[in-house]
Each structure stands twice: as C-alpha cells, then as structure tokens.
C-alpha cells in the first residue's frame, strides 16, 4: 500500500533560524513526491514537487527538499524561517498503478510554527 | 495559470436542506476534478474523482446517494451535499488536474491544483 508519514504534528522555530518539515513515504514504483501549504481557511498552496532528477528540489517562497531514495524521505527545508510561513504543510505522494488517474495521497499535516 | 475557483466560499444551511459547492478551472481544462474534505486540523481525505462526461469514482466509505457530483464540461465540477446534517459540516476543496502541457503552465503536467475550499456549516 502507497502511504506518506509525517512524524510531527507541530513544528516550533524561531524566526531566521532553519526548519525542517519531514516527510516520509511507502510507494511502489518512482515517487512523486508534492509539498503543499495551507494558510487557515484556504486551499493548498504548491510548494514544490519531486519527479525525476536532481534530489534537491527548489520551490516557492525559499523553500526547498531533499529527495533521499535510500531513507525514502522528502523533507522539507528553509534556510531562515519567517514567522509568516507559519501555516500547516502537507506532503503527498501520487498514487501509481494501472488505473493511474492522478490521485494524491496526503500525509497528515504537520503545524509549523514560528516564533519572533 | 492554473487558477481553481470555488463557489460559494462559506454556506450555512438548515439540517435537511441541499446545498451545492461548484468548482471551476478558470484558464483551463480539467478531464479530471477530485473532492476532498478536511476536519479542523486534520488532514485532506478524498471522497471522489470526477471524470468529465462520465460517472464520478467515490472512495471507500463515502455515501454516492449523499454526495453528488457532476463533471459536466471539462471546466466545471459541482459536489452536491443532500439532505445535509451537522455531521456533513467541513471545509470541502476541490482540486483539478492539469493534462498535458498549458500555455503557462508548461511545467505542470499532471498535476493538481486546488481551489480555495468551501466551509459549510450545517445548523
């Protein structure tokens, strides 16, 4: 079964220091590996997305990840919080399989907090 | 590119009623709509794929009969909650899903994006 983990409901850092969002995930076959955020009473919000190439993947507002096959891990990074990425974030991971239609499953949310 | 809307943004409706969220890829077109609800803080479960010009696909455990849904232009998806209950309160998203490459959104191939969510409140 294809399944994502996201080992910590809330994440607290100070502002300008680093933070570490992880994400880890069960598939077969290639991941597709997704960070989403969401602000409270929104919809999600792309981040970035992992699908073939380099393991460190760039995306918006700074954030980055790192693809680790070995440790099947896609944690999330950012050199310098800022208290207004304070919001929820999700990892997600497509679903393979012969009757592929799209479908992402969702890890459970981790809370990132920051703090000035 | 790649804007999702969603209609209304925030519903309260009596016990009984039905009440109908609409979702629209606004610059373009989505075979493919999926449906999601999210509980306070907790994370999103899929209910359904909706396929344009066919049936939708529900996933395990939710009631096809109570929730509704229509995919009938590759722009529009509607999710049609019926006879509501406070149970049925939630904040509903809709996502569509990018085919083949988009003047714009030429690296967004498969994907997903999301509308803005719907919080319906059952009274």
């Known amino acids: 079964a294809q399944s994502v983990a996201q080992p910590e409901d809330q994440v607290n850092v100070a502002e300008g220091n680093p933070l570490t969002v992880k994400c880890t995930y069960s598939?077969?076959?290639?991941?597709?590996l997704f960070w989403y955020v969401q602000y409270p009473n929104r919809g999600l919000q792309f981040l970035l997305k992992y699908i073939t190439g380099d393991n460190l993947v760039k995306g918006s507002y700074g954030f980055e990840a790192e693809f680790n096959k070995s440790q099947t891990s896609f944690h999330l990074k950012k050199p310098s919080a800022l208290v207004s990425d304070s919001a929820l974030y999700f990892c997600a991971v497509r679903v393979h399989g012969s009757s592929n239609t799209g479908k992402l499953i969702f890890g459970q949310g981790t809370t990132l907090q920051v703090k000035p | 590119g790649a804007v999702v809307s969603q209609h209304p943004s925030r519903v309260i409706c009596k016990s009984g009623t039905s009440v109908k969220i609409e979702c629209r890829s606004l610059d373009f077109q989505a075979t493919t709509m999926f449906w999601y609800r999210q509980f306070p803080k907790k994370s999103l479960m899929l209910m359904a794929t909706?396929?344009?010009?066919?049936?939708?696909?529900?996933e395990q455990g939710v009631e096809k009969d109570k929730f509704l849904i229509n995919h009938a232009s590759l722009t529009l998806s509607t999710l049609t909650v019926t006879s509501a209950h406070p149970e049925d309160s939630s904040f509903y998203i809709c996502?569509?899903?990018?085919?083949?490459?988009?003047?714009?959104?030429?690296?967004?191939?498969?994907?997903?994006?999301f509308g803005p969510g719907t919080r319906l409140t059952v009274l």
């Open positions: 909706s396929n344009e010009g066919s049936k939708a696909t529900y």
């Open positions: 996502s569509a899903r990018v085919v083949g490459r988009t003047s714009g959104i030429s690296s967004s191939y498969n994907e997903q994006f």
């Open positions: 598939v077969s076959g290639n991941p597709y």
